[in-house]
């Protein structure tokens, strides 16, 4: 009986033992699935929390992915993209924004699954032809038209798209200022070419700030005779002081869209992107990421290199020597007009304070 009551306890002690170890086998694989899917995600939670009481709009799916695919080995800075996403989204809470979805303002490709809101003056001619090319268009000239054929076909199937977690959203920025300049260089001042900016909006420009070119006894004629050229080429060139004192007067809402802000233009509080490439730092790792979540081959795709214009390059010393004529409080205006997309992608406003050659 001594015998008998002994062999059933080492029995129930075995099965014990084996219930015992064939639980910590099935933890311990739970945990390591856990520590290798959710890799670095109490360090993201802690540096990209931000305030219970904002409402902000959810950027953890566009993280998450962004996260996967730094694990996939993506040569992207996880810890700077996912913080950019929600910068994004907390200032969208802060001032409560909401814009329209314009289809005309976004490229698609299906075969790609892609959408990129283009911005002009922001490398939009570079990325409308890798779009061209992606639909086999194989278009060089008049890249502005290609819009028509590579929008959306419905602003209905442009919602759809936005909303598609499969569809790679991309946005491209600059700082403010650069793209002001930039536009100003390329519509308005190099008078070797017709653009409907300068026919649009020099009149209108000189008006305020020459009014002796409007006198009552000169007609609309002699006006514009003296402004332009018979071809519509600049005769009268304004000086970038001159279109900045005309833009700051224009009501926010009707810009043009080589000047109006990002966060108008692009939806970007009702649009989840996924990726945001700032042009004045990329690295060829931010490109290659992108052409990779384009699916394309990057030893195959041959993208314009960015920022290239007629004029050049225009980056912190172009900008400078234009900022020099201009005052400080000009500088300051010009900078709560641009003031959101200023705040949402961390660009700074102190350096071109100094700049300005007039301090008052």
């Given amino acids: 009986m001594f015998i008998k009551a002994q062999f059933v306890k080492c029995v129930l002690c075995v099965v014990l033992y084996f219930i015992v170890c064939v639980v910590l086998i099935t933890v311990k694989k739970n945990f390591n699935f856990k520590e290798t899917i959710g890799i670095t995600t109490v360090n993201l939670q802690t540096r990209f929390s931000i305030p219970n009481n904002i409402n902000k709009k959810n950027v953890e799916l566009e993280i998450n992915i962004l996260r996967m695919d730094e694990l996939n080995g993506e040569t992207i800075d996880l810890q700077k993209s996912a913080a950019l996403l929600q910068r994004m989204s907390n200032v969208c809470a802060k001032y409560k924004l909401k814009s329209p979805l314009i289809k005309k303002h976004f490229l698609y490709n299906a075969k790609h699954n892609s959408l990129y809101c283009w911005i002009r003056k922001v490398a939009s001619t570079s990325f409308t032809k890798l779009f061209s090319d992606m639909s086999n268009r194989q278009v060089n000239n008049n890249l502005y038209k290609e819009i028509d054929f590579l929008s959306p076909k419905s602003l209905r199937d442009l919602l759809h798209f ?100 990002y966060h108008t233009h692009c939806a970007v509080c009702d649009v989840s992107y996924n990726f945001i490439l700032k042009l004045d730092e990329y ?70 304070l100094h700049c300005s050659k007039n301090k008052n």
């Fill in 283 to 352: 690295t060829f790792g931010d490109v290659n990421y992108i052409l990779s979540k384009m699916k394309l081959d990057k030893s195959k795709i041959y993208l314009p290199r960015l920022q290239r214009t007629r004029t050049g390059v225009t980056d912190f010393n172009t900008t400078c020597r234009y900022f020099y004529n201009l005052s400080t409080d000009m500088v300051l205006r010009l900078y709560e007009r641009y003031k959101v997309d200023f705040e949402m992608y961390n660009y700074k406003l102190d350096k071109y």
């Fill in 162 to 261: 936005t909303r598609n977690n499969v569809v790679f959203k991309l946005l491209v920025v600059r700082h403010p200022f650069h793209r002001l300049v930039s536009s100003y260089r390329d519509r308005i001042e190099d008078n070797s070419k017709y653009t409907a900016q300068a026919w649009l909006y020099v009149r209108q420009i000189l008006h305020l700030t020459r009014p002796e070119l409007f006198h009552s006894n000169s007609s609309s004629s002699n006006v514009l005779q003296q402004m332009f050229l018979t071809d519509r080429k600049l005769k009268i060139v304004p000086s970038f002081r001159e279109f900045l004192e005309w833009l700051l007067k224009q009501p926010p809402g009707h810009d043009d869209v080589h000047w109006t802000p």
